[in-house]
């Protein structure tokens, strides 16, 4: 049993600078723990409703000051005292409390907040490091930790538009452990730092997640360039090292037509366009290939896609089990893009695994654009048995706090990289 003694939220600010939440939870007892929830950029238009004050004069109306205040008066208030069976108990109770199907009467950035930090103050009072907590909720051992797929290029709305593809990663197959991932990762990175100088003239700039953003002149010269700094690394494409694309396509999709670049396609041109590069890039893992409304191409997408790279919805499915669960009987996916925010309580976002799970579907945790230093996504990927992590690219300290914890995850129980891609 868990007795919440005190709520108490702050207004502190994400990578991106913009003004995000932070909840300390104080448990009975002495436990207490401290969370902080992401933002994302790219979003997908079923996500839950994250709560901004829309003052355009504070943060261009990025202010998180009401959602802060959520926490503070209405959610200290309702839950303090509350002894609560477990994490299920607490997320039922913020449901409840907010009672909007988009958590737009608290804000999902006020109830996810809740729900972390109580996790976490949780895990302290049964004396259980965070990703055992979390392996506990799944209800199953921890096997494995999740391959990194790291951002080596960005485009798209992480980087100005610059390039058409949201993101292009690194997949680094030989690596047996986390440890050779990042250093794989790193000598690919500095290798595309070195081709970009070479071939752009110019010093890395990088996206908000991190990645490297000249100027492509296509998506094929971001792939082409992902292909030849892994080379430049000293491994083999395909073999040492493949490619994981985020084409995030829901971005670039206007009235049946997919604009990429100057071409403009429907949605059988689009699938062509993907069946080509994967043909020629070693693509393992495609995201958002299609829109996410484009529901009748998705199972023709993954057709396309099958036995050659994962088929993962991210705007597609928004963590949402109703979408998951259309998702599953239309065979229009293989892969769960995780992010809790998407969805905003943890008890969700566990349902939402386990249902992809269950249907034999591989799951990537991933983060979000906009992060903060905090690191529970790391545990949260070992204890959920994420197949893939996707945190951004191996620059900059919000990403890096969870490569960091995954190596001292990796270093405390020793457990083995999941056996994909095999
Ligand atoms: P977002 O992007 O966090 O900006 O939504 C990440 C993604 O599309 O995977
Ligand atoms: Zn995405």
Not at 230 to 255: C, K, N, T
Request: with cysteine; aromatic share 6%.
């Amino acid at each position: 049993m868990f007795t919440i003694e005190k709520l108490t939220a702050l207004e502190i600010l994400d990578s991106r600078g913009r003004p995000t939440v932070q909840t300390t939870c104080s448990l009975k007892g002495g436990f207490r723990a401290t969370a902080s929830v992401p933002s994302g950029a790219s979003t997908g238009k079923a996500e839950a409703l994250e709560l901004r004050d829309g003052d355009p004069n504070r943060y261009r109306g990025f202010g998180c000051r009401r959602a802060v205040q959520n926490v503070n008066q209405k959610l200290n208030a309702a839950l303090t005292g509350r002894s609560l069976a477990d994490q299920e108990a607490l997320d039922r109770a913020l449901l409840e409390l907010d009672g909007t199907q988009n958590k737009s009467a608290l804000g999902a950035n006020a109830i996810l907040s809740v729900s972390l930090a109580f996790a976490r103050a949780a895990a302290r009072q049964m004396a259980q490091p965070l990703y055992q907590y979390f392996a506990g909720l799944l209800g199953v051992p921890l096997q494995t930790l999740p391959r990194p797929t790291i951002n080596l290029f960005s485009g798209g709305k992480h980087a100005g538009g610059q390039a058409p593809l949201q993101d292009v990663l690194v997949v680094p197959r030989s690596a047996r452990t986390i440890d050779e991932a990042l250093a794989i990762t790193f000598a690919v990175y500095q290798s595309a730092i070195d081709l970009i100088a070479q071939k752009y003239g110019m010093r890395a700039l990088k996206a908000d997640e991190g990645g490297l953003a000249p100027p492509f002149a296509s998506a094929e010269a971001m792939l082409e360039d992902a292909v030849a700094a892994i080379r430049m690394g000293g491994f083999e494409p395909g073999r040492d090292v493949s490619l994981a694309v985020d084409v995030a396509s829901s971005h670039f999709y206007r009235d049946g037509r997919y604009q990429l670049g100057l071409t403009a396609m429907d949605s059988s041109a689009m699938i062509r366009q993907i069946d080509d590069w994967i043909e020629r890039y070693p693509i393992v893992s495609l995201e958002d290939g299609l829109a996410e409304d484009d529901w009748p191409h998705w199972p023709k997408l993954r057709e396309c896609l099958a036995s050659r790279a994962l088929t993962v919805g991210d705007d597609l499915l928004c963590t949402n089990q109703a979408r998951i669960e259309r998702a599953i009987a239309l065979n229009a996916a293989d892969t769960l893009l995780l992010k809790v925010n998407q969805i905003g309580t943890l008890t969700e976002a566990l349902e939402s695994c386990r249902l992809a799970q269950a249907a034999g579907w591989r799951v990537t945790i991933s983060a979000r654009s906009g992060e903060t230093e905090d690191n529970w996504l790391a545990d949260l990927a070992a204890g959920w048995r994420g197949d893939q992590l996707k945190v951004g690219s191996i620059m900059q300290s919000e990403r890096l706090s969870k490569y960091n914890r995954l190596l001292a995850i990796e270093a405390e129980t020793a457990l083995p990289l999941v056996n994909w891609p095999n």
